[in-house]
């Protein structure tokens, strides 16, 4: 039946990419959990540079791109003249993990390169050194993971199946000694991508990709992360296929040999990200004055932890706990960068009293300025939550 209702007109829209409603991005997990807590980031998010359109409530929901587990017995027909036992089939899935791994992060870093770092050159939206920065050498793994994936499918048998697979592996894992320096610029790189989301253009085109199907509802940062994840996951993807290789099978000293080789370089790299790290922190210590600075700051090669806390006012401060000593700091900006005042002096680890606090135990803690004088009631005491990041520090110092 024709309808008396008046119909408000659908507004004209520039690109199919508005149409897609703003999807609310997922917080990042903190940098180094899987490099031995190295490295700590906090999660920016800032909705105010982004205002959802109106129109997006009644918008359908985006077709997300996913991504199916492929498995090798359902790849692969397997041969009905060849048994295979429980044990080999779990190998054969294992290696075949290992390879379909290859592919997946080969695409992801071409796709990083091919929807983030290109579009946003091309339209101005960062400059090139910008994107040099936030990108590392991301374009040099790429060819180092496709020679994998290549070696892989050479040894691969007509049916699916691979025989040998350890020695290829004991020869290209010191390969991954490449990923030094694109660990180590990721402190950087962060920092730098989580300040230019302030800038509206940067954000705009960062949500419309975020809301893009290709993007898997991961953000720009998750794509630049997953060299890193990915490298920390090879000891476990070795283990499995050790773990189901016989004891008399040839692979079986070559993947033990691989394992090593690997778990060396992950300990290698992860020691020098921290000092990375630190020493970024580091150069960016403003000091008001020249008593503030602390020979313990200096001689730190590496930073336990980070983040940001208020005091009973709502005033914020960055604090940064080094191997020996704690330093608060007021965040500035000077030419367009991002650095860290000192707020009154550095306090050395020894000098602090910690004490454990229960799950769910609240305490009423002092307040910044009576941690720093010289009043007895007032000695260092600090919020919950910089109480929990000493001890969980402490615990886990080298020194310790």
């Not at 920016?44 to 017995?73: E, G, H, M, Q, V």
């Not at 580091?282 to 602390?294: M, P, S, T």
Request: with cysteine; aromatic share 8%; charged share 30%.
């Amino acid at each position: 039946e024709p309808s008396t209702k008046r119909v408000k007109p659908l507004s004209r829209v520039t690109s199919l990419a508005n149409l897609i409603p703003p999807v609310r991005a997922t917080p990042l997990k903190r940098f180094s959990q899987s490099l031995q807590r190295s490295i700590s980031f906090r999660g920016d998010s800032r909705p105010d540079l982004f205002t959802p359109r109106p129109w997006s409530r009644n918008a359908p929901p985006p077709i997300t791109k996913r991504r199916d587990s492929k498995l090798w017995s359902e790849t692969f027909d397997v041969c009905v003249n060849q048994v295979l036992t429980s044990k080999e089939i779990k190998r054969q899935e294992a290696i075949f993990e290992l390879s379909q791994g290859e592919e997946d992060l080969i695409e992801d870093l071409k796709l990083a390169k091919k929807a983030y770092h290109d579009p946003m050159l091309k339209l101005s939206i960062m400059t090139e050194e910008e994107l040099m920065q936030i990108f590392g050498t991301l374009d040099s793994l790429i060819p180092l993971h496709e020679d994998l994936l290549q070696r892989l499918r050479d040894v691969r048998k007509p049916d699916g199946s691979t025989e040998h697979v350890g020695h290829i592996l004991v020869g290209w894992l010191p390969c991954l000694n490449s990923y030094d320096s694109y660990c180590s610029n990721q402190v950087a790189a962060k920092a730098l991508l989580d300040y230019k989301k302030q800038d509206h253009r940067v954000q705009d085109f960062l949500q419309r990709c975020l809301e893009s199907p290709f993007s898997r509802k991961l953000d720009l940062w998750n794509f630049l992360d997953i060299p890193r994840s990915r490298l920390v996951k090879y000891h476990l993807l070795l283990k499995e296929i050790l773990r189901h290789t016989p004891n008399d099978h040839p692979d079986q000293q070559h993947l033990e040999e691989a394992i090593n080789i690997v778990q060396g370089i992950v300990t290698e790299i992860n020691v020098k990200t921290g000092e990375s790290e630190c020493h970024y922190y580091k150069e960016r210590l403003i000091y008001l004055d020249e008593c503030q600075k602390d020979p313990l700051i200096d001689n730190s090669r590496a930073l336990s932890c980070h983040g940001e806390l208020k005091n009973n006012r709502g005033a914020k401060f960055h604090v940064f706990l080094f191997q020996e000593v704690l330093v608060i700091t007021r965040t500035i900006t000077q030419n367009d960068k991002l650095y860290y005042q000192i707020y009154r002096q550095p306090i050395p680890v020894k000098d602090l009293i910690l004490e454990d606090l229960q799950d769910g135990e609240v305490r009423v803690a002092g307040s910044l300025r009576g941690a720093f004088s010289n009043n007895e009631k007032n000695k260092e005491l600090f919020p919950r939550k910089l109480q929990e990041w000493l001890s969980y520090a402490v615990s886990f110092s080298p020194s310790k």
